[in-house]
């Protein structure tokens, strides 16, 4: 079985500032784990994935996470925080080898302040 | 490159009618995925599609609810008869061959039942 755990349901930071996102995950096997970002009345789009090679992954908008086995954890963060950064995020897992399903985490949602 | 694509972006029916969604996946893709979102329930997965062939149905609410993909090109999601409490956005998503290959979502059809 497998799952993710977002430990804020909303985080807000002044632009300008850094972003934490916290996730932790739980998997029986090697999981395939991504973050996704929902803006308002979108679909998600994927801003990165890591999938078992290097453990700090760079992605889209100036994002990067970092997967730490030993904590079972896959945080998002970001320097320095832009309005347009302002939506929903998702933490995914998904077991890597043939299953296609994944899990997602309830979201956080990030508010930027002016 | 078109992503996924959608339609309608909105439906508004009454009880009782049939309503068809209607999914494009990302030419190449062979895997087609359909989701549900809501407040109260987040993200759900009701089907998946690998080649055409429907893999996973156990997230299909009720026998209401029905998926079809004819193409490696097109899929719809039927609900008859339609209710109130299956509002909710719509979302189809498709991903490539590699079960590790992140998967592109639409942008989603907003459906409410009256």
């Known amino acids: 079985a497998q799952s993710v755990t977002q430990l804020d349901s909303h985080v807000s930071v002044s632009e300008g500032t850094p972003v934490l996102l916290r996730c932790n995950y739980s998997?029986?096997?090697?999981?395939?784990l991504f973050w996704y970002v929902q803006h308002p009345n979108k679909g998600l789009q994927l801003l990165l994935k890591?999938?078992?090679?290097?453990?700090l992954v760079k992605g889209i908008n100036g994002f990067e996470a970092e997967f730490k086995k030993s904590e079972t954890s896959f945080h998002l963060t970001k320097p320095s925080a832009h309005m347009s950064d302002a939506a929903e995020y998702f933490c995914v897992v998904s077991v890597s080898f043939g299953n296609e399903k994944l899990t997602f985490g309830t979201g956080t949602r990030l508010t930027i302040i002016p | 490159d078109a992503g996924v694509i959608q339609s309608p972006r909105h439906e508004v029916t009454e009880m009782g009618q049939e309503v068809t969604l209607r999914c494009k996946p990302i030419?190449?893709?062979?895997?087609l995925f359909w989701y549900r979102q809501t407040m109260m329930r987040g993200l759900e997965l009701l089907i998946y599609f690998n080649n055409n062939v429907p893999i996973d149905d156990s997230g299909m609410p009720e026998d209401r609810f029905s998926a079809k993909m004819p193409n490696a090109s097109f899929s719809t999601l039927k609900i008859q008869p339609s209710e109130p409490r299956d509002s909710a956005v719509y979302f189809c998503?498709?991903?490539?061959?590699?079960?590790?290959?992140?998967?592109?979502f639409g942008d989603g059809t907003r459906l409410s039942i009256l």
């Open positions: 998997s029986s096997y090697s999981p395939s």
């Open positions: 890591y999938t078992s090679a290097a453990t």
């Open positions: 030419s190449g893709h062979n895997s």
């Open positions: 998503a498709s991903s490539g061959r590699n079960s590790n290959q992140p998967q592109h």
